[in-house]
């Protein structure tokens, strides 16, 4: 009980109740249509290949070089994507610190509450060199911090910098701190995210399944939407598409003037002929994410919402076609971007409100960012969104979303672009 949040007053309390109640209505609301289109996908699972633990290891020794290069000596990691992505280990963070700490030269160790020791020894075992890494335990008494400074000290680092990765509580890397007063905290996001930045051949084999993945189940969903569906009814037909191909996914859908909401909007919505449609998600396949947007009209598309999607469309062509290795990061925003302003639909971000891509992997959002103003230079086998929008308020947005890969020559999506808004699967 102790652990759980409770509200504190009896109108909140009866506020939430409605809410559920609300929810789980709308949850068991019968779908008013049968999906053949859904019934008849087939599993691609058995496409999905693990990321092995020699291409592990290797991460583990590329980290090790940047580290030389930028002058760390040792990073640490709680839970968390770095962890997995180096590890294989997923371990939920609480108040007690479950740590990976890997030191410029030697092998990586662990610190683990020692009550959860059996629990990380079984995940440590598959992690590369796993057998004979060593675990620091601490008791609910003990000062788990003093266990990194020790297992550090033992690496023969006890001044130097210690690069702490970014979505570390600010509570673990200020013990490690503390633990460790003669070293440095530095941020280790020029090792973690140097090495996550660029994907290897089966990180994208996994990505572009997984865009594939969503993109047959958006289709699918489309041919199963049928008027007077609420939003959440057709989300159910997403995430049961997913289910379908093996995997896990979903999708926002916002309609009618929400679309012009570039993360939408809770306000309950029903679909109606005439409406434009605008869903933004994706799935996760052996952990690698899509992310991938389509707006549509249900029905006839008026010439203004046509004229609108052409636009989106050229600006998702001018970033993809703009992209290349050597080429600074921002300058993709501004090709999208250029197109957008000079159809009038400027200046800066008043329609277009927010930046063209981000990077990906296995997390929707990694570095490094297509945004206006980065100075990185592009290089093969990095990974974003190419997803410029045009968001009229009170009116309807549109967003066209496609994963996308930089080659050794320029770019390529993992999946086909929208064509039109009354067709947005057609091929081709």
């Not at 009866?14 to 109640?21: D, I, P, R, S, V």
């Not at 949850?27 to 049968?34: K, L």
């Not at 959440?232 to 049961?240: D, S, T």
Request: proline share 6%; net charge neutral.
């Amino acid at each position: 009980m102790k652990r759980r949040h409770f509200l504190t007053t009896a109108a909140a309390l009866a506020a939430a109740g409605q809410l559920a109640e609300a929810q789980r209505a709308e949850s068991n609301a019968a779908t008013p249509v049968s999906a053949p289109a859904i019934n008849a996908l087939k599993s691609r699972r058995s496409e999905a290949k693990p990321i092995t633990t020699a291409e592990r290891r290797d991460r583990i020794a590329r980290a090790q070089q940047l580290m030389q290069q930028n002058k760390i000596d040792a990073v640490c990691m709680a839970g968390g994507t770095s962890l997995a992505y180096f590890t294989g280990i997923r371990w939920g963070n609480s108040e007690r610190l479950f740590a990976f700490v890997l030191p410029q030269n030697g092998r990586p160790f662990y610190v683990s509450p020692a009550f959860e020791e059996d629990r990380a020894r079984e995940q440590i075992s598959q992690a590369p060199d796993g057998d004979s890494c060593r675990v620091l335990t601490w008791q609910e008494d003990e000062n788990p911090y003093a266990l990194v400074a020790k297992g550090l000290q033992d690496a023969g680092v006890k001044t130097g910098r210690i690069g702490i990765e970014e979505r570390t509580t600010f509570v673990f890397s200020d013990g490690i701190g503390k633990a460790s007063p003669a070293a440095q905290i530095v941020s280790a996001t020029p090792v973690t995210a140097g090495c996550r930045m660029m994907k290897s051949p089966a990180e994208l084999a996994l990505m572009r399944l997984a865009a594939e993945v969503s993109l047959a189940a958006y289709e699918a969903a489309w041919k199963s939407l049928q008027p007077g569906m609420t939003q959440n009814q057709f989300g159910a037909l997403v995430a049961a598409a997913h289910r379908q191909l093996g995997f896990t996914g979903e999708a926002s859908i916002q309609a009618g003037e929400y679309s012009a909401l570039p993360h939408g909007s809770r306000t309950p919505q029903t679909i109606r002929e005439g409406t434009v449609l605008l869903m933004d998600g994706g799935c996760s396949v052996e952990g690698y994410q899509s992310d991938i947007s389509r707006t549509f009209v249900l029905g006839k598309a008026t010439d203004e919402m046509k004229r609108v999607f052409e636009i989106v469309h050229r600006a998702q062509t001018a970033a993809l076609k703009t992209a290349r290795p050597g080429l600074p990061a921002g300058d993709v925003d501004a090709a999208a971007r250029k197109v957008i302003t000079d159809a009038g639909y400027g200046p800066g971000y008043k329609y277009f409100t927010h930046r063209v891509g981000h990077g990906m992997g296995m997390d929707g959002h990694e570095w490094p960012y297509l945004v206006k103003g980065n100075p990185l230079p592009l290089q093969a086998d990095m990974t974003f969104s190419d997803e410029p929008g045009i968001y009229i308020r009170g009116e309807f947005g549109v967003r066209l979303e496609d994963d996308m890969h930089i080659t050794e020559n320029g770019a390529e999506l993992f999946t086909p672009q929208s064509p039109s808004p009354e067709e947005p699967f057609a091929r081709a």
